[in-house]
Structure formats: C-alpha cells, structure tokens
T-cell receptor
C-alpha cells in the first residue's frame, strides 16, 4: 500500500532563506508524486508533479522537487523564501494500478519570518 | 472558467442530525474525490468516482457516510446521525482521470457538529 510521510509539521524560515520541505513515500510500483499548497480557507492548488519523466521537477512560484528513487524521497525546495510562501504544503502519492486513489501526507506548515 | 464548487461553505448542525454536502466538479472532469481534513490530520481520503465505474469507497470511516454522483457530474456526500468527531473541513476535488493527473480542489465545506 502506498503512504506518504512529511517530516516536520511546522517549518520556519527567514525571508530570503532556503526552503526545504521533506517528503518520503512508500509505493509498491513506480509512483506519481505531487506537491500541493493550501492557503488559509482555500482548497489545495498544485505546485508540481512527478510522472516518471525528468527527476528534477520545476513548479510554480519558484518551487522545485527532486525524485530520488534510492531514498524514496521527493523533497520540495525553493532557493529564497518570500512572505507570500507562508502556507501549508502537502505531498501526495498515487499509483497507476488498481485505480486513481491519492494518498496525502499530514502536511507541513511553512512560516516565513521577516 | 469555473472551478470546483462546494456548498455550503459552512454548516453548523446538532449532533444526531443528517447533513448533505454538495460538490460541482469542473465540467468534463470524469474523476471526483472527497477528502476530510481535520486539524493537524492532513487529508483523509474518503471516496472517489471515475466515470461509470463503481466508486472506491474504501476510505469511508463508517456506514453513516455515503456519497453519490448523479449523471457523472454533481456529487453529494451524506453523513447520517452526525457525531462531534465528524467536525472537519470536507474537500472535493475533480480531475480528468488518471493517477498522474493533478486534482482541482474546491474551497471545502467547514462542518461543525454541536
């Protein structure tokens, strides 16, 4: 069965600092991996996704993530944090076999300090 | 174009009452998902519909929860005999179908059980 673990329920960075949000997955088949962002009182929006093409995936708002099969990881990074990046971030995994069910991690709330 | 629409945005009801939550997916999207988001719990998969296939109900927490999708479009999530632990934000998402396809989320229904 597939699962997702996000390390750190809260991450705090200073404006301009590197953002690193960690995600590890478990899947019995090659997975499809996603990062979504949720702003207060809103639904989730797609940041980026990995679908077995390039292992380094670039998304919106300067975010990127690297798929590392050997580490079963899909960490999200951004070189320089902006105040507007403060939100909750969810990593998700889905498998192409047996249906389209998507499993989400518990989320990491990002705080950006001025 | 219109995104995923959920109604009501907020619902307050008394313990033991039945509630219905509605989701209007993006036109043409064949897949529809329901999730429950509790504070600090991430997104909990409830059910998904894909075209005319039998829905995957594996995430429904009890037989008090049910969902239907009429005409391959609008979906209703029904919770019978509500309990206080049902208080959460219920999110609906739709997609074109497929494990590698990103989901588009509504803003959710915040359900409070008194």
């Amino acid at each position: 069965a597939q699962s997702v673990t996000q390390l750190g329920s809260h991450v705090s960075v200073s404006e301009g600092a590197l953002v690193l949000l960690r995600c590890n997955y478990s899947s019995s088949v090659p997975p499809y991996l996603f990062w979504y962002v949720q702003y207060p009182n809103q639904g989730l929006q797609l940041l980026l996704k990995y679908t077995s093409a390039a292992t380094l995936v670039k998304g919106i708002n300067g975010f990127e993530a690297e798929f590392k099969k050997s580490e079963t990881s899909f960490h999200l990074t951004k070189p320089s944090a902006h105040m507007s990046d403060a939100a909750e971030y969810f990593c998700a995994v889905s498998e192409g076999t047996g249906g389209f069910k998507t499993i989400f991690g518990a989320g990491t709330r990002l705080f950006v300090k001025a | 174009g219109a995104g995923v629409s959920q109604s009501p945005s907020n619902k307050v009801t008394e313990k033991g009452k039945d509630v219905e939550l509605r989701c209007d997916p993006i036109s043409g999207h064949t897949a529809l998902y329901w999730y429950r988001q509790s504070l600090g719990q991430g997104l909990e998969f409830l059910i998904y519909f894909q075209g005319n296939s039998a829905p995957d109900k594996s995430g429904l927490p009890s037989d008090r929860f049910s969902a239907e999708r009429t005409g391959g479009s609008v979906s209703t999530l029904t919770i019978q005999r509500t309990q206080q632990e049902d208080s959460a934000v219920y999110l609906c998402a739709s997609s074109l179908g497929g494990a590698m396809v990103a989901q588009h989320f509504g803003d959710g229904t915040r359900l409070s059980i008194l």
